[in-house]
């Protein structure tokens, strides 16, 4: 029995600004409270940091002035006291800023780990939402970039970039205020450079961001080629092309390296730019400041605060260069993981749930047409329909449509027109997961995880008990060279199932779907990579597991299908001939043709 749920929303994030730092905020709304405490944490711990300087003009006073002294003012006379004091409020001050350090920099980190694993987390998610279609546009190695490379420099700026804006935010607030109050006649002359230098940090920002977008994109081609070679090498070995990958890599390393050399040389003049106009307020302050000291205008104690604030205010600006850059880097980051997220789903789920349990597995396909981006249809207004519990088998040659058949049933793509209808529900209103737990795929491109024998039988069915496992795998003929294994089913298959041959593979997929139970069976090319012998024996596996199941099989080899209850040729997208075995070799037609090259009856050459 269907029934409605709601549909969950496809991705709602919208670019409110083109600007990354704006985007990343609207992400993290959630950690608003986690950014209120870090950044309070900041600010206390600098404005306490910035105290021993005020506290040294004050001792200075102490010394000078004695009885006169500031302390001396608020009823302290004695030297002894006004020194004892001066050393109690500098503990406590100290104390103080040690323990809000450690409260920011835990803060700060904490936050940028949790952003860091919620935002891959969410990226992933989304990234498996998507249309295979975006997966044939992009490269694995560029999309493990945005993954993992571009977040964690998202968290690198997070653990101490943001927390220096701040402070030196707070420090020129701080600071400015002081010379003002203290000193105005020479606060001009140490204030003035700092418009200078955050204009020129925001410059510097301006001419690395197209500098840092391209090393990001640079890096993500480096780790393409990494991606495609490793999974390759066997290709690469056999047709010894070790030097001309090398010779590739060096290639796309050298544009990463030349990307970066290009930043590297902006970013790098920063400072020694900014020590300049330091260097100008320092030498003002010292002068003019000296000069008022020595005529009086201020004191002496206050003169030496302002010598250490000076110091205090400038010297941080200097650091604005590497975290710009960071800025920078982790900008560029942002942009490319926002830009992954913001990627709207284009094959939505349907808000019908129709359990498993209740499928009976009837399907239709009427007038339905497909084609993939930017080609010629592959299916053109084919009608097809396949009762439940019936076994039908299509055949055809390369490139007809039999495979593409499997993916927009299982709404891997989306169709261009027509309708597929599972139990007389159309499948683009039935719930995603629901219509893809009702489907057991065997393909001919089997994937094999990493990990071992058993975990890839139950992968997809993954609380079972371990005679169901044994169970599934005797019915898929798997039992018998898994027990000669050197661990029998806790063998370790490798990535992509390489320590097993291309026969074990496929017998593992077999048992894997057998495990699943789906009231509706797909196998593509199931025994494509068997042997005679083997073929035969899962032959007679496979006419138990399609008793009682919709069961479409997808087949070269004739033998295999030819008890099927109706079997269909495909020839360029359309249904041709269909009818039983004896049906379509009575016709004469294509099939029959086929039948007759395959069991060595006629050859390609006769047929033409």
């Known amino acids: 029995m269907a029934v409605a749920i709601k549909s969950p929303s496809v991705s709602t994030r919208r670019r409110g600004s083109n600007h990354p730092l704006q985007r990343l905020l609207n992400y993290g709304r959630q950690y608003r409270r986690q950014f209120w405490q870090a950044g309070l944490c900041s600010v206390t711990n600098k ?24 302390i001396a003012k608020l009823g302290i006379k004695d030297i002894y006291w006004q020194f004892l004091l001066l050393s109690f409020a500098t503990v406590i001050i100290w104390i103080l800023e040690s323990a809000f350090e450690y409260a920011y920099d835990r803060l700060w980190r904490n936050l940028a780990q949790n952003i860091q694993h919620n935002i891959r987390l969410d990226a992933y998610k989304h990234l498996q939402e998507l249309e295979l279609a975006y997966f044939e546009e992009r490269s694995t190695g560029g999309l493990m970039s945005i993954l993992s490379d571009d977040i964690n420099q998202l968290e690198r700026f997070l653990n101490v970039g943001a927390n220096e804006i701040i402070q030196v935010a707070i420090t020129v607030i701080i600071i400015g205020g002081s010379f003002f109050l203290l000193a105005p006649g020479a606060a001009w002359a140490a204030i003035l450079p700092i418009p200078f230098i955050l204009w020129g940090s925001f410059a510097f920002q301006r001419l690395l961001a197209p500098r840092y977008a391209e090393v990001r994109e640079k890096v993500s081609f480096l780790n393409s080629r990494f991606a495609n070679n490793i999974s390759g090498i066997t290709t690469i070995k056999s047709f010894t092309a070790e030097d001309y990958e090398n010779s590739r890599v060096e290639t796309e390393s050298n544009a990463y390296r030349f990307s970066n050399l290009k930043a590297i040389k902006l970013s790098a003049a920063f400072v020694p730019l900014i020590r300049m106009l330091i260097l100008a307020a320092f030498t003002s302050l010292l002068l003019l400041g000296g000069l008022a000291a ?12 302002l010598l250490f604030l000076i110091q205090r205010l400038l ?6 260069g590497d975290t710009f850059d960071q800025y920078q880097r982790a900008m560029a980051s942002t942009n490319r993981v926002m830009d992954l997220l913001d990627t709207p789903v284009t094959i939505p789920t349907g808000g019908i749930a129709l359990p498993v349990e209740n499928v009976r597995g009837e399907i239709k396909f009427q007038n339905v047409t497909f084609a993939y981006k930017d080609r010629q249809p592959v299916i053109q207004n084919l009608s097809l329909h396949i009762p439940a519990g019936r076994t039908i088998a299509i055949v055809g040659s390369t490139g007809s449509g039999k495979s593409t058949l ?10 261009s027109s027509g309708q597929i209808t599972v139990d007389d529900i159309n499948i683009q209103q039935l719930n995603l997961r629901d219509l893809r737990s009702s489907i057991g795929l065997v393909s001919q491109d089997v994937f094999l995880f990493h990990g071992t024998v058993a975990e890839n039988i139950a992968y997809g069915t993954f609380s079972v008990a371990d005679e169901e496992i044994i169970t599934a795998a005797k019915i898929a003929e798997a039992h018998e060279f898994i027990i000669r294994l050197p661990q029998g089913y806790e063998t370790i298959v490798g990535e992509r199932g390489q320590k097993l041959s291309g026969g074990q593979r496929q017998r593992i997929a077999i048992a894997r779907a057998v495990l699943k139970n789906p009231p509706i069976l797909i196998l593509d090319e199931a025994t494509s990579a068997v042997d005679n012998e083997t073929e035969a024996a899962i032959q007679k596996s496979l006419e138990r597991i399609t008793v009682n199941r919709t069961t479409i099989a997808i087949a070269h080899r004739l033998s295999t299908i030819r008890n099927a ?5 495909m020839e360029y997208g359309k249904l041709v001939e269909f009818g039983t075995h004896e049906d379509l070799l009575e016709r004469n037609g ?16 006769e047929r033409m």
Request: charged letters at 15%; glycine letters at 6%.
């Open 47 to 70: 404005v306490l940091d910035l105290a021993p300087p005020w506290l040294i003009g004050v001792a200075v006073d102490v010394v000078v002035k004695r009885q006169d002294s500031i």
């Open 294 to 305: 020595i005529s009086g205008t201020i004191s002496v104690g206050t003169y030496s605060v």
């Open 315 to 320: 010297w941080p600006l200097t650091r604005l």
């Open 406 to 415: 499997v993916k927009i049933l299982l709404r891997l793509y989306e169709i």
């Open 565 to 569: 209850d109706c079997i269909y040729v």
């Open 590 to 605: 294509i099939y029959a043709s086929l039948w007759r090259v395959q069991s060595g009856l006629t050859t390609d050459s």
